[in-house]
């Protein structure tokens, strides 16, 4: 299992180099569309492998103000299921689980500085890749034991991008424009007075789109090159692992994907917090496998899936908790992943401001309610509307509904308990003139440190 941070689906698409991770997909299945259960590190991990959503779990932030309590020794995770099987469970890289990776070894996380490439700064997420890239070669190069290994390897790359967007609050000195990345369509947000609350003063409340609040379309495309350049440098130690592995004779599953994705210069905005879009809840999923039939894996798949469907893979028995569905027929005999929608969920990323929302996503469209008061609503028509752009809520009232009707029932079934939680934001946090580039002074995050 390789697993890599802050990958956006989209970041997939186009020219790119990532020649290991298109060989992988051409002999995995792949999603179609695989939704994230929160875009937010921390949430995402302890959902994943706790096969639970995060009102479940109950870790709903990446920590400061707003801690998260350790997922209970109790709960069935993925590595306590393989470890009870028989299994060697070994991981190595970023943890930040909330302690939802229980039945796994967890190897030490460290750091091995390296000089930075031309243009291209690194800091402790390039760094602590480095290292777990050599943990993990040098225990498979000398691993002799012959009893079945379920391993992870996560990378923290492409998040070394965070890093950058700080390095480049104030603008950069040069005019680099070798080689840069096209803007994407939905560039220029001239819907932002449509949008929730919380999207709308995004730049207030989360530290790296404030950072980037007066940046150029140059910069953008500064910071999308720099993007792919921290994914390349994932993509080429996701190669040597996977070498190693084949090298050592070891055959069995491989499952890639990433806890969440990236705003990649949508709508003006950088790395993700509280929007629910395509670009920071699509995330890429491939897996292959001896009887896995590479090709698309098509209809709505989540990240909640894996657990079971590692299960499913091996033969194992899915604990009754496990949410997400097996998808191991599937893999092997095609099919449509049977699920007529999918949700993500948002509540605060460090607590200094919490806003709560949910995304309900079909295979044709996008509904995302929000608990501020004002605009509480937006849909979007996928096949008319593919990039999000023009919230259209209030001019398709029968379709609203019906995703109002499966955002209740979704609601009634998970037991979310969205509708009785409390939001909090300071007034300061919502009171300049909308845009972006109003922006001004610290972010909460900023201000509550």
Not at 307 to 327: E, H, I, N, Y
Not at 357 to 384: F, M
Request: aromatic residues 10%.
């Amino acid at each position: 299992m390789v697993v890599v941070d802050q990958l956006a689906a989209r970041a997939l698409e186009g020219k790119r180099e990532t020649p290991n991770l298109d060989r992988l997909r051409e002999m995995s299945q792949s999603a179609e569309c695989c939704i994230t259960q929160c875009p937010l590190c921390q949430p995402s991990r302890a959902s994943f492998w706790s096969g639970l959503y995060p009102h479940e779990t109950n870790v709903l932030s990446n920590g400061r103000k707003w801690p998260a309590n350790p997922v209970s020794s109790s709960v069935e995770t993925l590595g306590r299921v393989l470890s009870k099987a028989g299994y060697e469970t070994r991981h190595f890289g970023k943890r930040h689980d909330a302690g939802a990776l229980g039945g796994f070894w967890c190897a030490e996380e460290g750091q091995t500085v390296i000089p930075d490439a031309p243009s291209l700064p690194y800091n402790f997420d390039t760094y602590n890749d480095v290292f777990t890239h050599k943990q993990a070669l040098d225990f498979l190069r000398a691993r002799q034991s012959s009893r079945p290994l379920a391993m992870v390897v996560d990378l923290v790359n492409p998040h070394n991008i965070c890093g950058w967007v700080g390095l480049h609050k104030d603008g950069r000195p040069d005019e680099e424009t070798e080689g840069l990345p096209e803007l994407p369509p939905n560039f220029e947000f001239d819907d932002i007075a449509n949008r929730g609350t919380p999207v709308q003063y995004l730049c207030c409340t989360h530290i790296r789109q404030g950072q980037a609040s007066h940046w150029s379309p140059l910069l953008f495309r500064q910071y999308l090159k720099a993007y792919q350049g921290y994914l390349a440098l994932a993509d080429r130690m996701i190669g040597d692992v996977l070498n190693a592995w084949r090298d050592k004779g070891l055959g069995g599953y491989i499952l890639f994907w990433s806890d969440h994705g990236d705003a990649m210069a949508s709508r003006h905005m950088v790395t993700k917090d509280v929007c629910l879009y395509r670009e920071a809840v699509e995330v890429p999923l491939f897996i292959s496998g001896p009887d896995v039939k590479p090709g698309t894996l098509r209809g709505l798949a989540e990240l909640l899936d894996i657990a079971p469907t590692v299960c499913g893979l091996l033969g194992l028995r899915k604990p009754a908790s496990f949410q997400g569905k097996d998808l191991s027929g599937l893999l092997r005999e095609g099919g449509v992943v049977d699920r007529p929608y999918a949700v993500s969920q948002w509540h605060t990323e460090w607590g200094y401001t919490v806003s709560p929302c949910r995304l309900v996503r079909t295979q044709g469209a996008s509904y995302i309610r929000y608990l501020e008061p004002g605009v509480q609503e937006e849909y979007y028509d996928l096949a008319s509307d593919p990039f999000e752009e023009h919230n259209a809520a209030s001019s398709h009232p029968g379709e609203v509904a019906m995703m109002r009707r499966l955002f209740t029932e979704y609601l009634r079934e998970s037991h979310d308990p969205f509708e009785s939680l409390a939001w909090n934001a300071d007034r300061r946090w919502r009171s300049h003139e909308l845009g972006f580039c109003h922006h001004e002074g610290p972010t909460a995050p900023e201000a509550g440190k």
